[in-house]
Nanobody, 123 residues
Framework: QVQLVESGGGLVQPGGSLRLSCAAS????????MGWYRQAPGKQRELVAT?????????NYADSVKGRFTISRDNAKNTVYLQMNSLKPEDTAVYYCNAGAKPSYGSSWTPYWGQGTHVTVSS
C-alpha cells in the first residue's frame, strides 16, 4: 500500500508563510496527480491545489489561494509541496495530501490520503 505523510504545519501570523510537504512511501509503482485539500472546522473538505505528473506538470488552484499558494512536486522523492504565502486567518484548517497511485503494475489507480497537518493563522 501507499502511505502519505504530511509535515510543515503550525501556527503563523497573518501575512506569514509556511511550506507543507507530503512524502509518499510504501509499495509504489506509479503516482499520478497529487494535491492538497483542506478542511476548516465545521466546513467540508475543499480542494486547494493539484499538480499532474509528467515532464510538464500542470497545476490547478482554488480561487481563494491563487497568487498566494504554489504547488510543486519532486518525482524522484515522491513528494509534493505547498508553499503558502500571505496567509490569512481564513486559511486556518487541517491540510490533507492526496495522491492517485498504483501500488503495483496490475493494480488500479487508487486515491490515497495523508493524516493531515494543522495550519493555524492567527495573531
Amino acid at each position: 500500500q501507499v502511505q502519505l505523510v504530511e509535515s510543515g504545519g503550525g501556527l503563523v501570523q497573518p501575512g506569514g508563510s509556511l511550506r507543507l510537504s507530503c512524502a509518499a512511501s510504501g509499495s509504489i509503482f506509479s503516482i499520478n496527480t497529487m494535491g492538497w485539500y483542506r478542511q476548516a472546522p465545521g466546513k467540508q473538505r475543499e480542494l486547494v491545489a493539484t499538480i499532474t505528473s509528467g515532464g510538464r506538470p500542470r497545476s490547478n488552484y482554488a480561487d481563494s489561494v491563487k497568487g498566494r499558494f504554489t504547488i510543486s512536486r519532486d518525482n524522484a522523492k515522491n513528494t509534493v509541496y505547498l508553499q503558502m504565502n500571505s496567509l490569512k486567518p481564513e486559511d486556518t484548517a487541517v491540510y490533507y495530501c492526496n495522491a492517485g497511485a498504483k501500488p503495483s503494475y496490475g493494480s488500479s489507480w487508487t486515491p490515497y490520503w495523508g493524516q493531515g497537518t494543522h495550519v493555524t493563522v492567527s495573531s
